[in-house]
């Protein structure tokens, strides 16, 4: 249709009118709508008009708004002078993607490929425009690009191997794949299609006979099919933990650390099964005792934690950070990881290492010493033996540390008086030097004993005190000992037992008083087998009953006032026993004490005097009148009125303590009135 003045093709007064295939040039107007609604232009070849398509408003025809709902698509718009005109709203294409029409003079771009301009093509007269501009004339369909795929059922993978043209979108690609169990899924591929990408047909989920159809979007045209056969997906993970040993530097399972120590621990965790991980959480369980210290990434708290993404089928990821040890056991160290797949589905693992922790290396040693006399097998500390008898020892030495010793040396030092007689067990000494024994052992471990027994005879008598010595050196340098003793007195035959003296030192006063505290001596001498022990017991005048005999250990002192008597003996190192002595003394340290009265008797003044002493009892009392010598008072006296007088006095105890002098000064008329608070001396 061309070469009209007006139009090519007009509709007028139309609805769902259809204008199809037709070839419009060289008009005034191609196509001229008014009013229409709701018909269709499609799959024209529009060119070299004034206007390609011409849409008035309605209101030209008598005021009619009809011109809408018009379709106008897949036609193309070449060389118009105005390729369209649109003073309503009407549609120009077709949706996506499907396309609209094909303009000449469309200058947009086309980024994924898929034959559709990126941005709308905008139609003059009114808002109208064109969704989805064809990048190609229109010839029956839309442009499908050509691609080529080959697949590989070893790794259950398809491959590009080429596209044409350049630059077109995987979006516009749709991989979609069905098994014998009329499963579907699609794989999302993004980006755009280049030479060599691959599709990973396992990431659709699907197994066994799996049909692979790759289909062009816009046209829904299929670019390719495939068959594969998929083997069922085993995802699955593991974790391994380890503690490194310090001595070899290897991971190990199972080490053994001291207080204070840092404990180095690796976790592995392996992408076992194959499906791809998305994400691998890791928790690391530390148990009481073994404090978080550091590690490869700072976890926010207890447990500890560790989130890793998209782990590969085979490949594995690390962990290492260390821990102090602060508490003494068996620390069992759990860690965890808890995985997902690509497909969703949740796996975990766990694995332990166990860490003993001690105490720091303590090497330590003690000894016992005991001995027991040939007729007894009770051991002791002390014991006692006739002279020629033979003496049993017995040497209990131990490993109280915690660490295994090497060398392990035990030393007695036998006194003078006694001999060693051979007999050791568990051996003979390894060396002897004059009276020092010396027996070496090796590799004790902790909590070890080792008890070594010997004889000796007494040969001279007195007390012979022993001393043995275990010792062993430790990897600082230093030395660790232990020594303890034991006592032997080596006695003659004794039947008499120990004779006791007493000696009593202390202020002597009068009629065999102490005035002052008493020193308590006890002496006690066997020529014999000697002294073992001396006993006493002190009973009080006035604190009747029987006491308790006290062992005497040295000179004690009586400070207490009264009459005493004092019973004392000892017993000797045969178990002589010596018959009870006793000794009888007083302690009076407190001087008597005198009142004075006064009272008239016509002309006459009459003084008496008074004294009192609770320990040894008043001896006598003495008195001065106005300076006078001083007489021993009998009874009252009297002195003469009208005059003043002063009198003194003051009395003295049986044991000889004496009262200070006391004052009283006596008027014309006299009364009853108590000493003054002040004396003088005589």
Known sequence: ISN?????????????????????????????????????????????????????SGEWIGGWRYNYSNMIYHN?????????????????????????????????????GDGIGDTPYYVPGGSSRDRYPLMQPWNGSLPTPDISFVADDVDDTITVTSISPA????????????????????????????????????????YGN?????????????????????????????????????????????????????????????????TLLTICQVLDYLPHGL???????????????????????GESVYVVFTAEATTVGEKINLARVIAVDENQNTMQDEDTAIVYVAQPPQPNVSIEKYVRSQESSVWQKHVNVSLGDQVHFKLVCS???????????????????????????????????????????RNIYPGATITVEFTAVAESTGEHRNIAYVYTPVSSGEIVYSNDTATVNVFIQDTT???????????????????????????????????????YRLFHIKTPGILQWQEYTGPFMVTNEGRFTLEFYSVDNAGNVEKIKSA???????????????????????????????????????????????????????????????????????????????????????????????????
Request: hydrophobic fraction near 35%; charged fraction near 20%.
């Open 76 to 112: 193309n718009f070449v060389d118009n002078t105005v390729q369209a005109y649109d003073a309503e709203n009407n549609i120009w294409d077709n949706g996506y993607p499907s396309g609209g029409n094909y303009w000449s003079d469309y200058n947009g771009s086309d980024n994924d």
């Open 497 to 535: 037992p120990p004779n006791t003296t007493i000696k009593l030192s202390g202020t002597k006063g009068n009629n065999g008083w102490y005035v002052s505290d008493v020193v308590v001596t006890l002496n006690a001498v066997d020529d014999a087998s000697g002294v073992s022990h001396t006993f």
């Open 584 to 682: 009888k003394f007083k302690i009076d340290k407190t001087p008597p004490e005198t009142t004075h009265h006064i009272r008239k008797l016509g002309r006459k003044t009459i003084v008496s005097l008074e004294a009192f002493d609770g320990v040894s009892g008043v001896d006598r009392t003495f008195y001065s009148v106005d300076g006078g010598r001083f007489r021993v008072y009998r009874c009252p006296f009297f002195l003469s009125s009208g005059v003043q007088h002063q009198v003194r006095y003051y009395s003295v105890d049986q044991a000889g303590n004496r009262e200070p002098v006391k004052v009283i000064v006596i008027e014309d008329n006299p009364v009853s009135i108590p000493p003054p608070p002040w004396v003088i001396p005589p």
């Open 399 to 441: 490993n109280i540390g915690n660490v295994p010793l090497e060398n392990f040396s035990v030393i007695d030092y036998l006194p003078t008086g006694l001999t060693y007689a051979d007999n050791a067990t568990p051996k003979e000494p390894d060396y002897i030097d004059g009276n020092k024994l010396y027996w070496n052992f």
């Open 210 to 274: 799996v049909t692979v159809r790759i289909t062009w979007l816009p046209t829904n045209t299929l670019l390719a099919e495939f068959n594969l056969y998929i083997q069922p997906l085993h995802p699955d993970v593991e974790i391994e933990k380890y503690v490194k040993d310090k001595v070899t530097g290897e991971w190990v399972n199972y080490e053994n650390v001291t207080i204070g120590d840092i404990a180095t621990f690796k976790l592995k965790i392996t992408n076992t099964g194959d």
């Open 167 to 206: 630059g077109v979108s995987w979006s516009n690609v749709r991989v979609e794949c069905y098994n014998d169990s009329n499963q579907s899924a699609v794989i999302p591929m993004n980006g755009t299609i280049e030479a060599g990408d691959v599709i990973d047909v396992k990431k659709a989920g699907l």
């Open 291 to 313: 404090e978080y210290q550091g590690t490869t990434d700072t976890p926010p708290d207890y447990p500890i934690e560790w989130v890793f993404n998209d782990v590969p089928p």
């Open 4 to 56: 009209n003045s007006h139009w090519g093709v007009f509709l007028a007064y139309a609805k769902s009118f259809i204008v199809t295939n037709c070839e419009i040039k060289y008009n005034h107007m191609g196509v001229a709508i008014w009013p229409c609604d709701s018909s269709t232009v499609k799959n024209c070849n529009i060119s070299n008009n004034n206007y390609g398509v011409y849409i008035p």
